[in-house]
């Protein structure tokens, strides 16, 4: 072992006493000297340091990067990009990991991200709308990570095995972490995400459904989701079925590649389970259109917004609604003040777009891969 490398592993050590959980993790991830990098970068599957770079770097700073890199691969955020610019993603996710850093107290090498609004607690999903509403404001780029957390800091995500895997780590990790009392706010919401049981959020809708169906399951339309598998199982199909409440989080946070999957689950919702009517709502400060599908309708969103985000509006609308409304399912990141919400007499499903699990006042928190 040469000099670089040695000063790297004592970086891991010394990780393994100041962050426990970050270290338990990265314990299943290899870690290479590689001249080909400019810096250092990760993809999830392994953490490449380039030896200059290194050498040039104080203990306190190499302590930095190493833990820098760490997060990239505890958040996951080389799986949670989807469509979006890649150079923005990681200058956003640069910003908040730095935050965290800073906020513990740690160095980092000159030249790193640091926005002043942003803190470690935020999604990376509404730091990116955020970054990426100032720049078409702009109508130019803004964000130029540069210095030591350049574009080449997170390469694209390896494949759904490797996924599972790392989330399986993060899970039992996360038991370490609470054994240990370990606290923040950055990684509270991991272990949040960690310690529970993934909820999916077509579960959740299907059993409030049959709970409100007079007539529960009908072989008469069969559900087109099993067809496929030579399965015909009932959909559920009942005309006295109310209607459902829709809402997404227009705030600028949802790709339009992820408002298409909602757009697909949403008719599906409507084939197998024959509501009377879905309405969706469009949200971001404030309701900013609405569309409603009755039975013979086809679903295509026409999503509006870009601004903030405010979740009291939604309850206040639903409030305000004459017709019969069996649940609200809403679509969002969760960022903002849900404490601000009424509690409506209808259940309440939050469908989580984003990875770190939140809690809310009420209702069921579920999973929603888009």
Known sequence: MDKIEKRIEDAYSKLGLKEPFIAAVM???PRRIDKTIPTAGTDGTVVLFNPDFVEKLDNAELFGLVLHEALHVVLMHMWRRGDRDPSLWNYANDAIINAYILSRGYSLPAGGVHVRWVTESMGSETVYARLKKDE?????????AGGFDGEGDISDAPNEATKSDLEATIA???????????????????????????????????????????????????????????????????DALGGLLIAIDSSGSMSQKELSQIAAEVEQIKEDMNPEFIEVVYCDTQVKNTQRFDREDTVELKCTGGGGTRFRPVFDYLANMTDKVEGLVY????????????????????????????????????????
Not at 201 to 223: G, H, Q, V
Not at 342 to 348: A, D, L, Y
């Open 27 to 29: 314990t299943r991830i």
């Open 331 to 370: 679509f969002t990141d969760m960022e903002g003040n849900l404490d601000e919400c009424v509690e409506p007499e209808c259940p309440v499903i939050w469908a989580n777009t984003q990875y770190r699990v939140r809690s809310a006042p009420f209702g069921v928190v579920a999973n929603v891969q888009v």
């Open 172 to 238: 039992a990790a996360a038991q370490m972490a609470k054994d240990c009392g370990h606290t923040s706010g950055l990684i509270e919401s991991i272990l949040k995400s960690a310690g529970k049981p993934s909820i999916d959020w077509r579960d959740e809708l299907r059993a409030l459904l049959t709970s409100a169906a007079a007539n529960d399951y009908s072989y008469r339309r069969p559900s087109r989701r099993f067809i496929s598998q030579g399965l015909y199982l009932p959909s559920l199909h009942s």
């Open 136 to 144: 078409e404001e702009a109508g130019e780029p803004k964000y130029d």
